[in-house]
């Protein structure tokens, strides 16, 4: 079975409105995967739904194989989650809070003290294992969260906007990590909004907008199809952006204007093939 995750027709409604709106897309096993899309779209309620969170109105949704709804336990086991909201308890110790985590998933002693032992070690938190978590950094509790995430060993690992309000260096950190994990073979989902993030990590994107699934991909695809060059151009107080297939025809393009003031060519980016998409910009 090469497929880690399978949406299909996935439907979820809150007061009458679909926020998730007839969602279909697979992940195969090992794939990096990217959900992008500007606040509200619907990426975080889809992570609670794969995640057995929260029930698909409508739709089916199979993780490694077992249906969310009717096998969530089994889903549960295979899958590993790290939420926006800190979701470890500050009052425990790091320490506490993995054994806590481990005893949950009943892994043995003394397996779980060595599996503990290795993860903290991984995301170099060994020094920190008797600090209340309330002493910790944002970036140090992200980390202690991926590290409970990964204890039961998953083969599949969720991640809701794992970098959103933390500095710069410690976001690179998370992305080392994140790229490292995927290299030993784990699959991931994970949700943004930092185009630099999908950009940097992703093998695959969808971007998500009210509810849909309006794009999917690989960054490759998308300038392929929107065009590889761009002609920027101040207008006023906005610029106006103009797609073409290569940089050199954006470039031909220049060379005919008689008038060239405010204008530049350059290569399209994520960004600009979103603004395209969703005629937003993201903040
Ligand atoms: P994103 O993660 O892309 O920012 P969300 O999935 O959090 O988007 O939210 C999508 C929409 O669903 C928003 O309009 C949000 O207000 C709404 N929503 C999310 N959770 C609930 C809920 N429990 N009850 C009602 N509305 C909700």
Redesign the pocket.
């Known amino acids: 079975m090469n497929t880690a995750v399978s949406l299909q027709n996935v439907r979820k409604v ?2 009458n409105v679909s ?1 998730v709106d007839d969602l279909s897309f697979e992940i195969d096993r090992g794939e990096m995967f990217g959900l992008l ?1 500007p ?8 992570i609670r739904m794969l995640t057995t969170l929260t029930k698909p109105t409508e739709g089916h949704i199979q993780v490694a194989g077992y249906d969310v709804v009717r096998q969530a336990r089994y889903a549960k086991q295979c899958i590993g989650v790290v939420l926006q909201q800190v979701s470890v308890d500050v009052d425990l110790t790091v320490w506490e809070n993995l054994e806590y985590h481990g005893r949950l998933h009943h892994i043995p002693n003394p397996e779980r003290q060595r599996r503990i032992d290795r993860w903290l070690e991984y995301v170099e938190l060994v020094d920190r294992r008797d600090a209340l978590v309330k002493t910790l950094s944002g970036g140090m509790k992200r980390r202690l969260q991926i590290a409970r995430a990964l204890l039961h060993e998953p083969q599949i690992l969720f991640l809701d906007e794992p970098t959103v309000g933390l500095d710069p260096q410690t976001r690179r950190r998370l992305w080392e990590i994140i790229l490292d994990l995927n290299k030993q073979g784990m699959t991931m989902l994970l ?1 943004t909004h930092y185009m630099e993030e999908v950009e940097y990590l992703c093998d695959r994107i969808g971007v ?1 907008d009210n509810g849909k699934l309006i794009e999917l991909g690989t960054l490759h695809e998308f300038r392929a199809k929107h065009g590889e060059g761009i002609v920027v151009k101040q207008a006023g107080e906005r610029l106006d952006y103009q797609f073409f297939a290569t940089v050199e025809d954006a470039n031909a393009y220049l060379d005919r204007q008689p008038d060239k003031t405010g204008m530049m060519v350059r290569s399209s980016n994520l960004e600009d093939i979103f603004v395209e998409l969703t005629g937003r910009q993201l903040d």
């Open positions: 809150y007061n926020v899309g606040n509200g779209a619907g990426k975080s309620t889809t949700t998500m």
